[in-house]
């Protein structure tokens, strides 16, 4: 049982110890900013609010 005990110990300090230099050697989590060329657009979003739709559901809304 005291083996169990020592094998399992040290594999949670071999995988803390992995974690923390996985960590430093990508740069603390820090990811390099995404430049965009492209110019932005809505693509095929609807012209008109979602709640706009739902104006024949919504109390106390008047229906047009």
Do not use: C, K, N
């Amino acid at each position: 049982m005291e083996l169990f005990v020592v094998l399992l110990f040290g594999l949670i300090v071999a995988a803390g110890t992995a974690t923390v230099r996985a960590v430093l050697r990508d740069g603390h989590g820090h990811t390099p900013v995404v430049r965009s060329t492209e110019s932005w657009s809505a693509g095929s979003l609807p012209s008109e609010p979602f709640t706009s739709s739902l104006a024949w559901y919504l109390p106390g809304s008047r229906v047009q």
